[in-house]
Every structure is written in C-alpha cells, then in structure tokens.
C-alpha cells in the first residue's frame, strides 16, 4: 500500500507535489507551536517555490532642477578721479641771467653758488678798460665852461646896460646912430656867447653823466633777490659788453618750481588751465607736491612730431618750494585731474557695455526677491574699472554681470516707471 501511495504522488504533477509538501511543512510547524518544540530555522523549513516574475519597478522621481546662480556686483560709495599721467622734469620759475655792462677786467667775486642774495647787492667788481683820466678831464674842462660863461653873462649885462642907455638917448636925440647901433650889436653878440657856453656845458654834462654810469657799471648788483645758482665769473677774467658769451652768474627764486611735464598728444587735448595737478619724485617717495596747470606750450617738445613720431606737448604748472626741498632737473611723475568725484555711487565698468543713442547704459538690476528688472544709468566720471553712477541706481543695488541667463527672459514693462519681475527662483551670487 505504502508503494501505491508513492507510484500515485510520482504521478502528480511537479506543482502538485510541491504544493502538497508545502502544506505538510505548515501543518508540522503548527503542530511544533502547539506542543513546544523548538522551531525549525527557516532557511531549513522554507519550501522551494516556483520562481515567479517580479512586477517592474516604479520610476523614480526626477531631481529637481539646480536653481540658477547670478554673479552681480554691487553699487557702494566712494571716491573716483578721472587722470591722466605723464613723466616730467623740475625747472626753475623765477631767475635772471647777468651780463657785464662794461668791458674790464674782474676785480672780485664776493659771492657763490648757494648764496643767498638780496636785490642790489653787489655781486662782482669789475675794472674798466677806460682810463680814468678821460673822467677827470671832462670834470676840469666842465669847470673851465662854467667859468666862461660867468664872464660872458657879466659882459652881456654890460651890454645890455649900454644898450639901454643908448636907446634912451637916441629918443631924445642926444647921441649918434652909429653909437646906438654898436651898443645892440655888442649885447646881441654878448648873448649869444652866452647861449654857446651854455650848449656846451650841456653837451660835458652828457658826457659826465655816461662816465658816472659807466663806473656805477663797474660793480655787478643783485637784479633779484634770490639763490646763486650758477657762476661763471672768476677774478682776473677779461668781460666784454658788446657781445657777451655767457652771463657772469645766474639768480634765482627758488621759493616755486615749475613743473614742464610732456603729455602726450591723444591726452594734451583733454587738458585746461586750472585742473589740478600732483607728482612725485624718486628722491622724495610717498610724498606728494600739488599746484594748479598754468599753462600748455602749442607747438611740441624737441624731438616729437616729427614723420612716423608721435608728439608730445609741454604742460607747466607751478607748485610751492618754502623749504627748497625740490631742486632744478629732478625728474617727476605727474598727474592731472580731469574729473574727480568724492562720495560718488560707483559701479564696475564692466557691467555697463555700450551707451544707446542717448548716452545712457542699460543694466539688469537683481532685487531682494531674487528677481530680475531692466534700468538705464546716467553715468558721471569714468575712470579705470570705476564709473560715477548719476541716475539710476541706489546705494546696494546689485547688478546683474553679463546677460541674462537662457531660459530667463525680461517680460516687456508695462511702462518706462515699473520693474517687471521674472517668476522664476533664482539663487543671486552674493
């Protein structure tokens, strides 16, 4: 019976007899709870079951997309300046030259270079050529004139008093035309002896007052106060007047200094008297001398604007030099001010591109909210990175660098006065 019972299950079908062994496997267990026996583990217990397709699995859900990061710059206060630079040199302002007004010999040389003269101070003597024989001749002969005429004025009033008489008597009479006709001739004649001595006298007058200049010449004064800069004269030197090679000596005021600085043409043009100025020279670093421009030489310096050169023009300014710290030929970095604002609003250049018809600047202003409006600019100063915001923008506004990203675009506003956001979440680069 137990080989009947096992050629009838060997005829069932496989799931069938898995089947059937499942079910004695739970009934067994059951039992086992039921009267104690310890479990079976279930990796032992766990029937063989038929491998059954697993349902595909959900899709997951899509990743949210990155939001979108912004670089902008903000608008913030301070100081700009609109410069032009330009290499230069220090020149004296103030200074005269001194030439010998008499030829002679140089007798002495009292002063020298750095000294500090006053105006007609004596600065050199110098022997004339001339004789001074020829002064005292003139003299004795100005004595003998003056005599002469003393007497011919005696003898002209003598004759004039013998004129008179005669002219009293010829009314009456009393005397001859001869006689009368000789004493109007002799005072005639008396008067103009007079008047020749006195041409003379004039003319010896002339004379004395040229030797007295030229032995006042003979000592070279001060022309200025100042500073001895140069000093060509030495004692025992021959001087000429007529055609002098180089002046004796050189006085100068070195209180101001000019500054001759060479601008080049395509900046020279931007330029006008007044604008403020400033430099600084290697022998003095870190500090800064300022004055005003004076003036802007037209024609171009030595040795510029010539064929296939550019040129390059000669701008003065002066600048104060109480302590005569600043000396003549030192070299010098300048600076002109163009334009200058202090306190300004101020935005990076590179966020403005180019200006519309009517000179303003459209930017992409990024607001608290994330969110994105258009505005035009009215912009002052410009300089370097920098540029003066006039209108447009307040004080920590940021503003958007670049376009404005793909996928993000500014709604058309209703009018010039509103700020149409974009609804989109934008994550702004602080």
């Not at 397709?53 to 912004?70: G, Q, R, S, T, Y």
């Not at 103009?192 to 010449?217: F, M, S």
């Not at 709604?411 to 006065?417: E, M, R």
């Amino acid at each position: 019976m137990a080989a009947d019972q096992q050629d009838r299950i060997s005829r069932l079908p496989a799931w069938a007899r898995r089947v059937s062994a499942a079910c004695v496997a739970t009934a067994l267990l059951s039992l086992a709870a039921v009267v104690g026996i310890p479990s079976v583990s279930a990796q032992a217990t766990k029937p063989f079951l038929p491998a059954v397709p697993a349902a595909p699995a959900a899709p997951a859900p899509a990743p949210a997309p990155a939001p979108v990061k912004l670089d902008t710059v903000t608008a913030q206060r301070g100081d700009i300046r609109d410069t032009i630079s330009a290499t230069g040199k220090l020149q004296l302002h103030k200074w005269a030259d001194v030439y010998p007004q008499i030829g002679g010999q140089v007798k002495d040389v009292p002063v020298a270079i750095g000294d500090t003269v006053k105006a007609d101070q004596p600065l050199i003597e110098i022997t004339p050529t001339q004789q001074p024989t020829k002064a005292e001749s003139n003299r004795a002969q100005m004595a003998r004139l003056q005599a002469d005429l003393a007497d011919q004025r005696a003898q002209l009033d003598f004759a004039e008093l013998q004129f008179k008489r005669q002219t009293q008597l010829k009314a009456q009479n009393a005397t001859r035309e001869e006689a009368f006709e000789s004493a109007r001739m002799s005072a005639s004649s008396a008067n103009a002896r007079v008047d020749a001595i006195t041409a003379q006298i004039r003319e010896l007058e002339a004379t004395l007052k040229i030797d007295e200049d030229a032995r006042q010449k003979t000592t070279v004064k001060a022309p200025m106060a100042g500073t001895v800069v140069s000093l060509a004269a030495r004692p025992g030197q021959m001087v000429t007047a007529a055609q002098p090679a180089a002046p004796l000596l050189r006085i100068a005021d070195l209180s101001d200094m000019t500054v001759a600085a060479r601008v080049a043409e395509n900046d020279v043009t931007r330029l006008r008297p007044g604008m403020d100025a400033s430099f600084t020279t290697p022998g003095y670093p870190g500090k800064h001398w300022s004055g005003k421009l004076r003036q802007v030489v037209p024609i171009p310096a030595d040795g510029t604007g010539d064929q296939g050169k550019q040129a390059f023009y000669i701008v003065l300014f002066e600048v104060k030099n109480p302590n005569h710290a600043l000396m003549s030929g030192m070299s010098a970095q300048v600076q002109f001010v163009v334009a200058q604002a202090k306190d300004a609003l101020l935005l990076p250049t590179k966020v403005l591109g180019a200006p519309d018809e009517d000179g303003m600047y459209e930017v992409n202003v990024v607001d608290s909210a994330r969110q994105i409006s258009p505005r035009k600019l009215k912009v002052g100063v410009r300089a370097g990175q920098q540029a003066q915001i006039l209108a447009g923008l307040d004080e920590g506004d940021k503003v958007l660098v670049g376009p404005v990203p793909k996928g993000l675009a500014l709604p058309v506003a209703p009018n010039a006065g509103a700020r149409p956001p974009v609804a989109s979440a934008l994550e702004a680069r602080q």
